[in-house]
């Protein structure tokens, strides 16, 4: 498969697994913007699919990651709530 095509898989990934669970779509999407930064650094002429492929890819990690980060602060939110109030 190629890094391009994975980078796009990890990134639905991420904002699936975000949804239900927040610390794996965390380390998806995460995984996807290291090897999607590791991907484009390279100065080898990559053709428009592949560039679009990468872009939609890190457009949806980061989406994955706000998500994620978003559910996490929930749980911690709600796990101090129910402390104090305990």
Known sequence: ???????????YGS?????VW?????ACG???LRLAK????????????TRRDLRGGTLLARVGIV????VIAMV???WISNAILL
């Open 76 to 78: 911690l939110y709600s």
């Open 38 to 49: 590791a991907t484009s650094d390279t100065s080898i002429p990559v053709d428009p699919r």
């Open 67 to 70: 998500l994620s980060s978003i």
């Open 15 to 19: 904002v699936v697994l975000s949804i």
């Open 22 to 26: 927040g610390l794996p779509g965390l």
């Open 1 to 11: 498969m190629k890094a391009s095509t994975k980078i796009v898989w990890l990134g």
């Open 30 to 32: 995460l995984y996807a």
